[in-house]
């Protein structure tokens, strides 16, 4: 065990008290014909309760803070039942904020322990006992806990005293997570056998005590110790000016006022305890400390609601307190020492969000109000990974495999946003065909201090092979392959081997255009739609291109009887205008074709026209005239008999020739 030191005073405390007649403090009303055994305050000057005994009759009235005065007392519904019971409640005591009584019944056994008991919605629960850390088979008294809830110091009686009120202060700490450790008692001279009544002011390091010892003045008189460390005491200093040879008990400081009230017997009539305060200024004061205090309610229903306040060292992350607020009102109120040191609050309850303040703990007072939210807002930004083009989605939201009621809203295209719950684990599935599963973690079991989330989900799309076989090449050329489905049609290159092939991941369902032309050879296009089309392999011919090399040229159609191209005929002669300037060395003819409808001398000039027409084209996407010639055919060379509708069609065509090189 580690030794305390105690340090005596420099200069005379005592001093600090003015002599003075006791007055009856702040308005607490004791009932007719009773005598006054026990009075506490809680540390933020807000309430205060008191018990009175008349003859055999016992009672205990709690007050509250009206304006500058208490109300009126009230009875404490489980305190009378323990009276009842016989089980001899005594000396209750407040917690800050008065939201806990602490108080010393008799137990299972019939000895006296310490218990404590919680307003809740209003109601006082049941007494708990605080364990056996801090009750043992002797009798536990006059509970007094400190500000933050961490320190208790209580009396146990001492065997063969001059007075069965005396007995030796004891004190356990608790940790912010509630396990209290095994009580030690003060060493001396803070007890010295004849201790009673301690009080832990709201700095959590001034103690006041009555206590019965040589040098007092007769009977119980209030002392003063200060702890400087968690080691150190002040040696105790008597408040000469206030004892007298009678009884002053149950010291409590009234921190709005600066006055220490106690209980006392009347100098006229020595049988009547009543209560006093007087005012105490300089090194008799606690230590100042920052109050922190406000409302906690649910940011949805506006209502209060319950709460825990969470305290940490800004430098550590070390929990120093915790605190919770009245669950009826939401109101909370607690101190910290004022030391100038940076401090986290954690205003948090299950389920919901939490609300984090840095604080530098040095005014006087501040008022906190925090509403707190149970649910937090998800937009979901979905996309496919490669192209970023927005996806719509099934999405489905589940915890530990069980699927949740939630369900999305559509914002835009691949955009949603849906509505979850804070306390749960969540995996997000999303879904679509022709792309691999998406999952996505979000937790909400950790602290939340944002409502709203926004997160971007890619989609890998599902691939599938293309096979090119190039004939007529023998070395190594480059084949462009564009994806239609996309929102800006992706171009891939690949380059086949010197055999001519090639092989292609793309992306299955997908439409694309495949589009050869190297240079000097003629080109090959074609459009594959792997969503409707089982087509894998792409077999291209293409010829060398030399004198006399002929190609039809795809796709290109005119009005009916006119000789207007079609705007559906441009990608095509593009691809034409593509290879006259990659291979810039030919002369070529440009030849339209009719079917045998219609007489030979009008086909002929139709077809003439149709010619000139796609020669007028190329030139003006900057091909050369003296590399173009237009000459129409009319019905004279047909490929197939003009035997069908479907042959006519085919016989209607435009080609290019290569008719001659500038070289």
């Given at each position: ?64 803070k009206q ?13 009378d ?13 407040l ?16 000895d ?13 629960s ?14 536990e ?10 320190s ?6 001492q ?10 202060i004891f ?23 004849c ?10 390091k ?67 305890v ?21 409302k ?13 306040i ?36 954690d ?14 703990v ?23 990974q ?29 955009r ?12 997000i ?16 079991t ?74 000097g ?7 594959l739609?792997?969503?409707k089309e ?5 077999l ?14 795809e ?40 079917d ?5 001398a009008?086909?002929?000039?139709l ?5 000139n ?29 003009n ?8 016989n ?12």
């Amino acid at each position: 065990m580690k030794k305390v030191v105690l340090l005596a005073a420099a200069t005379a405390i005592f001093s600090a008290v003015n002599a003075q007649v006791p007055t009856t403090p702040i308005g607490i009303t004791i009932p007719e014909g009773y005598q006054t055994t026990s009075f506490y305050i809680s540390g933020n000057g807000e309430k205060a309760i008191a018990g009175f005994k008349k003859d055999e009759s016992v009672k205990f009235l709690l007050y509250e803070k009206q304006g500058s005065k208490f109300s009126n007392g009230e009875a404490v519904p489980f305190l009378d039942q323990l009276i009842a019971d016989k089980k001899n409640p005594t000396t209750p005591s407040l917690s800050h904020d008065g939201t806990r009584i602490y108080f010393s019944a008799k137990n299972e056994k019939g000895d006296n322990d310490i218990f404590y008991s919680d307003k809740d919605k209003g109601k006082w629960s049941e007494p708990v006992n605080m364990g056996e850390t801090i009750n043992s088979s002797a009798n536990e008294t006059y509970p007094s806990v400190s500000s933050d809830g961490l320190s208790i110091y209580f009396i146990r009686p001492q065997n063969g005293a001059k007075d069965d009120r005396c007995g030796t202060i004891f004190t356990s700490t608790r940790t912010p997570y509630g396990e209290w450790s095994e009580a030690t008692a003060l060493v001396e001279p803070l007890n010295l056998g004849c201790e009673t009544a301690p009080y832990i002011a709201p700095d959590n390091k001034t103690l006041y005590m009555s206590s019965m010892r040589e040098g007092g003045k007769g009977g119980f008189d209030i002392y003063y110790a200060n702890k400087v460390s968690p080691l150190y005491w002040i040696l105790p200093v008597a408040l000469d000016t206030i004892n007298t040879s009678n009884d002053e008990l149950f010291p409590v400081y009234n921190a709005e006022s600066n006055k220490l009230a106690y209980l006392f017997r009347d100098p006229k009539n020595k049988k009547v305890v009543t209560f006093a305060d007087v005012s105490i200024s300089g090194k008799l004061l606690p230590s100042e400390n920052c109050r922190y205090y406000g409302k906690i309610i649910d940011q949805e229903t506006q209502k209060p609601m319950t709460a825990n306040i969470e305290v940490s060292d800004a430098f550590s992350s070390g929990v120093i307190a915790t605190f919770t607020n009245d669950n009826e009102t939401g109101i909370y109120d607690f101190v910290l020492p004022k030391d100038k040191r940076n401090v986290f609050l954690d205003y948090s309850a299950k389920n919901y969000s939490h609300t984090i303040l840095d604080k530098n703990v040095t005014q006087k007072e501040e008022k906190i109000d925090a509403s707190l939210f149970k649910n937090v807002q998800l937009t979901l930004n979905i996309y496919d990974q490669a192209m970023f083009d927005p996806l719509e989605t099934d999405i489905t939201v589940k915890v530990d495999g069980q699927t949740e009621n939630i369900k999305p809203e559509k914002l835009d295209i691949g955009r949603y946003k849906m509505t979850l719950p804070i306390g749960k684990n969540y995996k997000i599935y999303l879904t679509q065909d022709l792309y691999e599963d998406y999952v996505m973690d979000f937790d909400l079991t950790r602290k939340v201090q944002f409502q709203e989330f926004e997160r971007d989900a890619e989609l890998v799309s599902m691939k599938e092979n293309l096979t090119f076989n190039i004939e007529g090449v023998n070395e190594p050329i480059e084949i462009e392959i564009t994806n239609l489905s996309t929102k800006d049609h992706h171009v891939t290159t690949v380059t086949t081997d010197k055999n001519g092939k090639a092989v292609i991941p793309v992306r299955k369902g997908d439409k694309y255009e495949v589009n050869i032309m190297p240079k000097g050879y003629t080109f090959y296009n074609e459009t594959l739609d792997l969503s409707k089309e089982n087509k894998r392999i792409v077999l291209a011919k293409l010829e060398k291109l030399q004198a006399d090399s002929k190609m039809e040229l795809e796709n290109i159609t005119f009005a009916t009887n006119s000789a207007d191209i079609a705007s559906s005929s441009y990608e095509e002669l593009n691809r034409l205008v593509d290879l006259l300037k990659l291979n810039n060395q030919f002369k070529v003819e440009i030849s339209a074709h009719t079917d045998d409808k219609g007489a030979d001398a009008y086909n002929m000039k139709l077809s003439d026209r149709r010619a000139n027409s796609v020669v007028n084209y190329l030139r003006l996407k900057g091909i050369p005239s003296n590399r173009l010639v237009a000459k129409g055919y009319g019905k004279s060379k047909p490929l197939v008999p003009n035997t069908s509708d479907e042959n006519r069609a085919k016989n209607r065509r435009v080609e290019f020739k290569i008719i001659g090189t500038d070289l």
